[in-house]
Structures are given as C-alpha cells and as structure tokens.
C-alpha cells in the first residue's frame, strides 16, 4: 500500500460554511487525518443551506455532504469550557489548525493563535 501525500498529519476543522470545509476536504483527500469540529444539535449551518439548482434532492445540503467526507467529527459546544479543553487536548497534538471564525468569536471561544500556539508551539494556524 502507498501512503498519501498527507498521511500522519492531523488537522482539526474550526470552520463553517464553505471555505474552511472547503480546505481541509482537500487535506482529507490527500491522506490527513481531519478532525471536524460542530456545535451541538443542527451542527455547522453549511448542513442547512438551501439546494442550488442542477444539485441532486436530498434531505442534506449537497455541498456539505462534498465538503465533510474523509472526516472524523465531534460535537463541542466551544462556549463551554470543558469543550473548549476537550478542543485544547486535540490541539497539543495536532499539526493543523483551521478556522474561518472571526477574531472575536475566536477569542470569546479561546481557539486563537495565541491561546493554541502556548499549548502547541509547531501548529500551523
């Protein structure tokens, strides 16, 4: 067996909607191991957009079926701290981080630069 291109790296997925989903889809692609992050309940609100036209009836939001394979998921809810520590336990081991929150929900929810950088000084942010 060949191993992928990513195989052995660790991403963790902080984003919504289309574009961070977007990059760590590829990252999956090539062998990463991607960890999804969602809040509790409905989950990301990419799930629930409404269907383009041409894309096939479903009972899921199409892009977000393309967008979520090869992935791995946990639901957090980052208001609360221990889910906030279950997200910094992930970070100290991982090599990648991706998110697309803004500056402030990052900081309100403590997965900003500077919050995961002092727990893991290799991770790509």
């Not at 990648?96 to 790509?124: C, E, H, M, Q």
Request: aromatic fraction near 8%; hydrophobic fraction near 40%.
């Amino acid at each position: 067996m060949t191993e992928s291109l990513f195989s052995g790296l660790k991403v963790i997925d902080c984003g919504s909607y289309i574009a961070a989903p977007a990059a760590t889809t590829i990252l999956a692609d090539f062998g990463a191991d991607v960890i999804k992050i969602e809040p509790p309940g409905a989950g990301d609100p990419y799930r629930h957009l409404p269907q383009g036209p041409g894309q096939p009836v479903s009972e899921h939001e199409y892009g977000w079926l393309i967008d979520a394979r090869s992935k791995r998921g946990i639901a957090l809810d980052l208001r609360q701290q221990e889910a906030q520590e279950v997200l910094h336990r992930l970070a100290r081991t991982a090599d990648v981080f991706l998110t697309n929150y803004p500056a402030k929900v990052r900081g309100r929810l403590r997965v900003d630069y500077d919050t995961l950088s002092t727990l893991n000084d290799r991770l790509i942010y």
